[in-house]
């Protein structure tokens, strides 16, 4: 078994500002997109000009947000250069 392949069709490293819109699972996707934004190293060789990352994520129940609890800690207690709303 292999896959899935994929990839994101925007190049984002031209932009200061990423808005992350999902529904349910849909926010998997952009789960790596925010660790990268987290890791310095990686951050600067793809996403330069990054400064803030908006998460709009919607939920059936809010246990789902227990999906991705430790990812969105990080990204709250980030006091970096980049701001995350």
């Given at each position: 078994?292999?896959?899935?392949?994929?990839?994101?069709g925007?190049?984002?490293?031209?932009?200061?500002?990423?808005v992350?819109?999902?529904?349910?699972?849909?926010?998997?996707?952009?789960?790596?997109?925010?660790?990268?934004?987290?890791?310095?190293?990686k951050?600067?060789?793809?996403?330069?000009?990054?400064?803030?990352?908006?998460?709009?994520?919607?939920v059936?129940?809010?246990?789902?947000?227990?999906?991705?609890?430790?990812?969105?800690?990080?990204?709250?207690?980030?006091t970096?250069?980049?701001?995350?709303?």
């Amino acid at each position: 078994l292999e896959g899935p392949y994929g990839y994101l069709g925007v190049s984002l490293g031209h932009y200061s500002t990423v808005v992350c819109v999902a529904g349910g699972i849909g926010v998997t996707p952009m789960a790596p997109l925010l660790a990268m934004a987290l890791d310095k190293s990686k951050r600067q060789q793809h996403l330069p000009n990054l400064k803030c990352v908006w998460l709009i994520w919607t939920v059936q129940r809010g246990e789902h947000v227990e999906w991705f609890k430790a990812l969105l800690a990080q990204c709250a207690q980030t006091t970096g250069e980049v701001e995350f709303r």
